[in-house]
């Protein structure tokens, strides 16, 4: 059963750039969740997509969008990108429902902004 | 209010020894506290978590416990290894609008020396 997996692992990328990673949630998972962690930091909490609808997100600007397919697959955008952006994104998936249900990460995206 | 204070920022302990992570909230409508545990280039992974119905629960060499009253969790790490060196971040989780919202503490690096 593999667990959650992101793509691309390291990428570098220009400012001003746009970048797209993309995340497949453990199976039998049907929410996805993103966050960004800055190094030493903890994750910080960008969005979550359930049904393919964003259903809450934290306090990241509007440049940071994201999608989720039928399959429950997502994909996180971000636009205009800034030197700040530099961080490792993990996407996070669990089952829908209240707190309590497992929330598992995947390895995570490794983003420099030069 | 929606904060987890984590401490100690690092942890120097002796193999064999106990090592004691502290964290502390304010937002009585948290419900469920993970503990996750990330080594160097790798996701978090859930570790051992708690309801706060519970003062205490013990897995292995892990026990987290639960201080509802001052609003204080911590993790106890018995016969500490050199394969336990890693970060580790406390978490705190509420149900908003159906879905399960996690707030992480900024980490704790723990080092175990033989």
């Known amino acids: 059963d593999a667990g959650v997996t992101q793509s691309p692992t390291h990428l570098i990328k220009t400012r001003g750039q746009q970048v797209t990673l993309r995340c497949s949630p453990k199976s039998g998972h049907d929410t996805v969740s993103w966050y960004q962690q800055a190094l030493g930091q903890g994750p910080q909490f960008i969005f979550q997509?359930?049904?393919?609808?964003?259903?809450q997100r934290g306090n990241f600007p509007d440049r940071f969008s994201g999608h989720q397919f039928p399959n429950y697959s997502s994909e996180l955008n971000v636009n205009a990108l800034l030197l700040g952006d530099s961080a490792l994104y993990l996407c996070?998936?669990?089952?829908?429902?209240?707190?309590?249900?497992?929330?598992?990460f995947g390895e995570g995206s490794w983003l420099t902004v030069v | 209010q929606q904060q987890v204070k984590q401490s100690p920022q690092s942890l120097i302990v002796q193999k064999g020894g106990i090592s004691i992570i502290n964290c502390a909230y304010e937002n009585t409508a948290f419900d469920y506290f993970p503990w996750y545990q990330q080594f160097p280039g790798k996701g978090p992974a859930l570790l051992i978590a708690?309801?706060?119905?519970?003062s205490e629960k013990k897995e292995g060499r892990f026990t987290i416990s639960f201080n509802k009253s001052a609003k204080q969790f911590s993790l106890h790490i018995m016969d500490s290894q050199p394969g336990d060196s890693a970060t580790y971040f406390c978490a705190a989780s509420t149900p908003v609008g159906g879905y399960q919202k996690v707030t992480f503490g900024t980490g704790t690096k723990l080092q175990v020396i033989p």
């Open positions: 996070a998936s669990s089952l829908s429902g209240g707190s309590g249900n497992t929330i598992y």
């Open positions: 708690i309801r706060p119905d519970v």
């Open positions: 997509y359930y049904e393919e609808e964003e259903r």
